[in-house]
């Protein structure tokens, strides 16, 4: 999954989840909403059941003590009493609509009034029609309660509506029907009030369960996005840079500013030999397939050791111990892995014989002192690296190795503090430089014989003929003019004595060319290095192959066979 599809997915996620949030919380408000509204109609009817009720009972205390009176004519009510009564009435009947369209919206009642036999008690009772509209609840058809009673029922004494037992006992039926069909709707309101409270509780718990579920899930997003980038970015950085520098640059404030510090560290490079002319014979598939098997390789050993790799510079590699973390042991350390990366050697080698391409060998060189270790560059393009008279040194060291050998200078030796096991000792004159170099060829530290080379001591084979050859002298890369003639006098699988009238210098890298040899199909060329002085022989020098092709190597095999 490339980069833009991890970050919109990633997006996308937290949009989800937040749009899920915004949806719980507006869907919570709405039955809080809701539940508050029918909260509020239940509390509302249950306070109009509770007015209803004491009305009624204010009507019939009146109603228990004026009966007995009114019925013995002790008592006789004055036109204004008459009227009081009236607006009682209206307001009784009032009472008992809205008890109508309140018994109508409850949904299940045990107990619903006849309101015809309502109007009859309330006729019987009052002798005036109960003032009920056309159609219970419209309040715009309801008649005042005088449009309601008849002229003569107005005229005449209402005492003597009041003063028949049997309307008595329809007045108390009425009542008694009132405050029964009043408990019921007492009750049913209660319990719609707490079913609402019920409710109201569980949306509420629902809701804030919800929504802290989703704000848990969205963190644990949140965070798992921003684990999941640092590591990307550690990960994809880490490809280019060390660990070390890129927490560097992450986590320190100034890990991005241009700039640098003096310090001591030990510097090693690492190529491998002949790889120039190797690279002329192969596809670039199988080039950059040897590269990386070497690059690979040689990282997963450089990386356990601690060191930190500034660059690839094709097939060669430069390493800083002690930069950017400091060590004392990094002349040492240092020393330690460049053994281990010439024993992964054969590892490398067995890998590239199991995918078809050539055995390649590598030297390695290694030099301590004093460098400027930062950030360099521009505003635009910055690298970590070092300055200083070690990184320019370490390049001239390994450009004397041959294949399987480490070259470490004086300064490098000085700082280390085991057993070193020396195999040869050169002086070396670099370029650009008025001194000489003592350089030390390293097969080992200590005591631990994992950390011991093969030894690189060959036997050489004398060739029952010589056999006629011609090299040039390199000068860097480029072939001095003229050639000189020679006689190849022993050999052996990685190098030969060369005998001529032309004398060398250790170090001197020539284009070798071999005539034709007899049982094989040609001759062949190849570069070499010569490594010293056979004693033995006048006027000759050992030669290490650098770079051999496949059928020099047969050549060589026949010769020797």
């Known amino acids: 999954m490339t980069l833009r599809r991890r970050w919109t997915f990633s997006i996308l996620a937290i949009l989800a989840l937040f749009g899920l949030n915004l949806a719980v919380y507006f869907w919570g408000n709405v039955q809080r909403t809701r539940i508050i509204l029918d909260l509020k109609v239940a509390l509302e009817s249950k306070d109009l059941v509770v007015e209803i009720r004491s009305t009624i009972e204010d009507r019939q205390r009146d109603a228990e003590v004026m009966e007995p009176l009114l019925a013995s004519g002790a008592v006789r009510l004055s036109d204004e009493e008459m009227s009081e009564v009236g607006s009682r009435m209206e307001a009784i009947g009032v009472l008992i609509r809205q008890l109508h369209a309140l018994s109508e919206s409850v949904e299940t009642v045990r107990l619903r009034l006849d309101f015809e036999k309502l109007q009859e008690a309330w006729m019987e009772v009052y002798r005036a029609p109960l003032p009920l509209p056309a159609e219970v609840g419209n309040e715009a058809e309801t008649l005042p309660i005088e449009a309601a009673i008849p002229v003569e ?26 405050s029964l069909l ?13 079913e609402a409270e019920r409710r109201f509780s569980a949306v509420a718990e629902l809701t804030d369960r919800t929504t802290l579920a989703i704000f848990a899930i969205s963190t644990l997003v949140a965070v798992g996005i921003a684990v999941w980038f640092s590591r990307f970015l550690r990960d994809t950085f880490s490809r280019y840079l060390t660990a070390e520098i890129v927490t560097n640059v992450l986590e320190t404030p100034a890990g991005l500013a241009l700039g640098g510090e003096k310090r001591e560290i030990t510097v090693l490079m690492a190529d491998l030999r002949g790889f120039s002319s190797l690279a002329e014979r192969l596809p670039a598939e199988q080039v950059v397939a040897v590269i990386n098997n070497f690059l690979g390789a040689m990282t997963d050993v450089i990386v356990e050791a601690g060191g930190t790799i500034d660059e690839f510079i094709g097939d060669a590699i430069l390493v800083f111990f002690g930069a950017p973390t400091v060590r004392e042991d990094h002349a040492e350390a240092a020393i330690t892995c460049g053994l281990r990366m010439q024993l992964m050697m054969g590892e490398v080698n067995e890998k590239n014989r199991t995918e078809g391409l050539p055995e390649v060998e590598m030297g390695i060189g290694i030099d301590s002192g004093d460098v400027v270790v930062g950030n360099i560059g521009s505003e635009k393009r910055t690298k970590y690296g070092a300055v200083g008279p070690s990184v320019n040194l370490v390049g001239r060291i390994e450009a004397n190795t041959v294949g399987g050998q480490i070259l470490i200078s004086q300064a490098t030796r000085e700082r280390v503090q085991s057993e070193l096991r020396i195999d040869g000792q050169l002086k070396i004159r670099p370029k650009g430089t008025e001194d000489s170099v003592v350089l030390f060829d390293i097969g080992g530290i200590g005591n631990a014989e994992e950390l011991r080379l093969p030894s690189s001591g060959e036997v050489m084979q004398s060739l029952s003929e010589p056999l006629p050859i011609r090299f040039s002298v390199l000068e860097g890369k480029q072939t001095r003019k003229g050639q000189v003639d020679g006689e190849l006098m022993k050999l052996s699988p990685k190098g030969g004595v060369i005998r001529c009238r032309v004398g060398l210098e250790p170090l001197t890298n020539i284009k070798l060319e071999v005539g034709a040899v007899p049982g094989a199909v040609g001759g062949f060329s190849t570069y070499a290095k010569v490594v010293g002085i056979d004693a033995p022989l006048a006027e000759s020098f050992l030669v290490r192959f650098t770079s051999l092709s496949p059928e020099g190597a047969e050549v060589i095999r026949r010769l020797l066979s």
């Not at 009041?162 to 108390?172: C, V």
């Open 182 to 194: 009043l408990d019921i709707l007492e009750e049913s309101e209660t319990e719609r009030v707490e």
């Open 153 to 178: 029922a107005k005229t005449e004494p209402i005492e003597e509506s009041l003063a028949s037992p049997q309307r008595a006992s329809r007045f108390e039926s009425l009542y008694r029907d009132i």
